[in-house]
T-cell receptor, first 116, second 113 residues
């Protein structure tokens, strides 16, 4: 049973560039949430996608955008990269029918983004 | 009001000892409190969770104690093992609305052999 798959695992980008991170949810899940985890910190909620729509957003600038595809996979895009965007980006999938509490969350292993 | 404060930042416990990690929250609308375990290079994995209608929940060696009036909750790891060495995060969420977690800053636990 494949869990949440994220790609790439590591990425190095230069300030000002744009990056796209990808997430395939766990089989049977239909909701994807993205989190940013800076070094030594807890994950911070970026946004959540359900039915191909962004339905909740954390305190992140518009440089962070996303997309969900009909097969429930998702992309996170970050434009005009800053040094402070260096972090582990985590994708979590869940099933909407399980209800609003995230006890059904399954996290991927993340994409480590380094901005130089 | 959305913050969850976690302490200590790091913890060293001898094998067989009890590890205790504490968290506090402000927003009384939170009503789901999970603990996550994260190993290096991996995403967080749900360890145990509690809702505020109970004061304690135990699963194997892991126990959550919940104090609603003090707005605090803690994780106790009994008979700590070297394999428990990881970073632990408390979190909080709302039972209404969407599935969004607010995480604490994490506790790095090292269990010495």
């Amino acid at each position: 049973d494949a869990g949440v798959t994220q790609s790439p695992t590591h990425l190095i980008k230069t300030r000002g560039q744009q990056v796209t991170l990808r997430c395939s949810p766990k089989s049977g899940h239909d909701t994807v949430s993205w989190y940013q985890q800076a070094l030594g910190q807890g994950p911070q909620f970026i946004f959540q996608y359900y039915e191909e729509e962004e339905r909740q957003r954390g305190n992140f600038p518009d440089r962070f955008s996303g997309h969900q595809f009909p097969n429930y996979s998702s992309e996170l895009n970050v434009n005009a990269l800053l040094l402070g965007d260096s972090a582990l980006y985590l994708c979590a999938s869940s099933l909407e029918l399980t209800g609003p509490s995230p006890d059904g969350y399954t996290f991927g292993s993340g994409t480590r983004l380094t901005v130089v | 009001q959305q913050q969850v404060k976690q302490s200590p930042q790091s913890l060293i416990v001898q094998k067989g000892g009890i590890s205790i990690i504490n968290c506090a929250y402000e927003n009384t609308a939170f009503d789901y409190f999970p603990w996550y375990q994260q190993f290096p290079g991996k995403g967080p994995a749900l360890l145990i969770a509690i809702r505020p209608d109970v004061s304690e929940k135990k699963e194997g060696r892991f126990t959550i104690s919940f104090n609603k009036s003090a707005k605090q909750f803690s994780l106790h790891i009994m008979d700590s093992q070297p394999g428990d060495s990881a970073t632990y995060f408390c979190a909080a969420s709302f039972n209404k609305g969407f599935q969004k977690l607010v995480f604490g800053t994490g506790t790095r636990l090292l269990v010495s052999p």
